[in-house]
């Protein structure tokens, strides 16, 4: 479903990358290393062992006796676990997988990005986006991290229920991404939407590169 290459991958988007973040690190540590961090913050996990600090050579020390290590360092005002001292690119010499969670969302299904957003790392080979399931059908007011900003991507107002549609468009209309996740996938009747929702993202995302395409060509003829 998901074709991670070896390098660095980013998580970014709504809630159950932390999630994403361990299914994958396991299903990887099978027959490699892995690094798991963030870029920005995330709860500290109690599933794989913690260096914090995290100098290269800790880390080094950690993977020869673990197949999964988690890098980082603690942030003491919320007691979160913040970008380790290593740069990604050491840790992605050390490890034939490092995994970066990229992206807050306030637990929200859906998110828009503000300027600074999301922090992604350098040098990264994927980047995932996490789409929440269990938000199509309510609103954007509530089902969206930053909802003004998500709807006025989706160019609809905040009352207007998250639909695949417009969960495909602002995906689109942002383009942080190269593959999408569609997570919480919890009941029956969510799984068409998470399938529609692919459909929907392709036919997007062809739809905002005609558009572009388009418009170069307008402003071309016009010079």
């Not at 495909?168 to 029956?188: K, L, M, S």
């Amino acid at each position: 479903m998901l074709h991670i290459q070896r390098g660095l991958t980013a998580i970014i988007g709504g809630g159950g990358k932390s999630t994403l973040l361990r299914a994958l690190a396991e299903e990887l540590s099978h027959d490699a290393r892995v690094v798991v961090a963030t870029s920005t913050k995330m709860y500290v996990p109690d599933w794989c062992p913690v260096v914090l600090g995290a100098s290269p050579d800790d880390v080094q020390a950690a993977l020869s006796e673990a197949p999964i290590v988690c890098a980082g360092s603690i942030h003491p005002p919320t007691g979160k676990l913040t970008e380790p001292r290593a740069a990604f690119s050491d840790l992605a010499c050390l490890a034939d997988y490092v995994l970066v969670e990229a992206d807050g969302s306030a637990g929200k299904p859906f998110k828009g990005h503000e300027k600074h957003e999301p922090v992604l790392p350098p040098r990264r080979n994927t980047t995932i986006l996490v789409l929440g399931a269990d938000g199509f059908g309510r609103p954007i007011s509530v089902a969206a991290h930053r909802p003004a900003l998500y709807a006025r991507l989706a160019g609809v107002p905040e009352n207007r229920p998250v639909t695949p549609a417009i969960a495909a468009r602002v995906a689109a209309r942002e383009g942080f991404h190269d593959q999408v996740f569609v997570n919480q996938v919890d009941q029956e009747e969510e799984r068409p939407l998470a399938r529609q929702l692919a459909e929907l993202r392709q036919a997007v995302a062809a739809y905002e590169e005609e558009e572009a395409s388009l418009s170069s060509l307008l402003a071309q003829a016009r010079q």
